[in-house]
């Protein structure tokens, strides 16, 4: 089965609103094995939304719109939808009971009520965080037709719970999809090594890149979910076998998240110290739920005399090297250990521009060390490219130091390059 994502919002098209949907949509879809061929915009206006659905019915089995199921004067989808379906709205009493109760202390206003107003015979979509409720019908033509609503604290617990057992019905078979992330081997490098693989059409292994690393997909479709996953397992094991200790992890949300489990797993403590990256890799690891269990704490030491006053770093080696170099990186690791009392250390400084360089200490150069408090690593990072942002290179410093991190856990060389 085909399928076509309409997201319908004016907000989408100013920009004013990040289409989140569409990815929240797709990945389901992808989970059923249903193949989504188009994903669209359209703001509102009738007119346009009326010939969008036109278009999709046409050529897709399935369309899902997202957005403008609400009560005010711009929500247009649900009557456009099932006008141009051939559907007429009835009012579905256990929603508009549902929206009474909601409503009970300032009562319910006739606006409030067209959310109540659903497609003839369809079925209902409950709205467990919201007050529209989504819906589910199939055309005379046997087209499939489900409207979900646009905030995605509405739209994908209603997708999870409700959308998606509507469609397994329809389908019979399911795709798994599993992830290879790497760092430290780009997306051209490792799209080489596994040419091969990328030729099979069922299991596909597809390379991606992504700020600073890449990942490949491995997917496949099959008639239940254990037999898909059992035909991903040899690809992705090549895929590790081949690409080595660059792999971090398969299926991981992020370095942070691998690094905090790993962290957890040995029971040992990190700290942080950076002068260029302003504290980044920090909030990135105490993004992650449960990072308290393993974060000690974080300096931003951007003054030397700060440098030297919190962690230790002799004002002779800033006076020689200067704040950019490995003699000033390897002493901000060692400080932090000493000045935290954690397991491990990382020291960040360098140039993350878009002033401030020189030949012989360019835009972008960032040394990374760790610290154990016995030993200490330090890396250099020194991209090519002059035209990448500041914001750039503070993100790949940082997911430096996390893989390094990760490869000392892991009992792997920890500068390799």
Known sequence: MQAEVLSVGTELLLGQTVNTDTTIVAKALSGLGIDLLYAAVVGDNVGRLEKAVWDALDRSDILITTGGLGPT??????????????KKLVLHQPSYDRLKEYFARG?????????????????????DNGTAP????????????????????????MLKNYAVPYLAKFQNAVIASHSVH?????????????DDLTQNSNPTAAPYAKEGEMFVRVTAKAANEAEAD??????????RRRVGSFVYGVDVDSLEELVVREL??????LATAESCTGGLLAKRITDVPGSSDVFEMGCVT???RVKEALLGVPHETLEAHGAVSEQTARAMAEGIVRRSGADIGVGITGIAGPGGGTAEKPVG???IALSDGENTWVAKRQPAGRMKSREWHRHCAASKALDMVRRYLAGLPVDEA
């Open 73 to 86: 004067g711009d929500d247009l989808t649900k009557e456009t939808v099932a006008a141009a379906a051939g």
């Open 107 to 127: 009562g319910l206003s006739e606006n409030q009520i067209k959310q109540a107003m659903l497609p003839e015979g369809c079925t209902v979509l409950q709205n």
């Open 134 to 157: 989504g819906c589910a019908f199939q055309t005379a033509q046997g087209k499939i037709v489900i409207m979900l609503p646009g905030p995605p604290s509405e739209l994908e617990p």
């Open 182 to 194: 790497v760092y430290g081997r780009g997306e051209a490098a490792v799209a080489l090594m596994i």
């Open 230 to 239: 059992a035909m991903c397992a040899p690809v992705v094991e090549e895929i």
């Open 264 to 269: 957890k797993k040995a029971g040992k403590t």
């Open 302 to 304: 951007y003054a030397n």
């Open 365 to 367: 150069l960032v040394y």
